[in-house]
């Protein structure tokens, strides 16, 4: 059974960092090409920022410049750094495998006051 668990969020206020997790466990397969999606409070989700399986990676215009994303391929794991936060940001992230798309976790939720 393929579980996936983000973790790291938190409150911080603007211009703060936070640094996300997300493990995915039960099929190494899975574990790659993997996305970080978003969803705020009344909206839909939104794509945040992708990395493939050899290290290619893309974000959305509004976190171009303030989020890196990164892999640990060794522990299945994917990171989203997340500095210079903005109040615009807050909404629970989640991660999700390209390969793997049915599979969601809880998400972990980000708050930045202003």
């Known amino acids: 059974q393929v579980q996936v668990e983000e973790s790291g969020g938190g409150s911080v206020q603007a211009g703060g960092s936070l640094r996300l997790s997300c493990a995915i466990s039960?099929?190494?397969?899975?574990?790659?090409?993997m996305s970080w999606y978003r969803q705020a409070p009344g909206k839909e989700r939104e794509f945040v920022s992708f990395?493939?399986?050899?290290?290619?990676?893309t974000y959305a215009d509004s976190v171009t410049g303030r989020f890196t994303i990164s892999q640990d391929n060794a522990k299945n794991t994917v990171y989203l750094q997340m500095n210079s936060l903005k109040p615009e940001d807050t909404a629970i992230y989640y991660c999700n495998s390209r390969r793997c798309q049915n599979y969601w976790g809880q998400g972990t939720q980000v708050t930045v006051a202003s």
């Open positions: 039960g099929s190494r397969f899975c574990a790659s090409d």
């Open positions: 990395i493939s399986s050899d290290g290619v990676t």
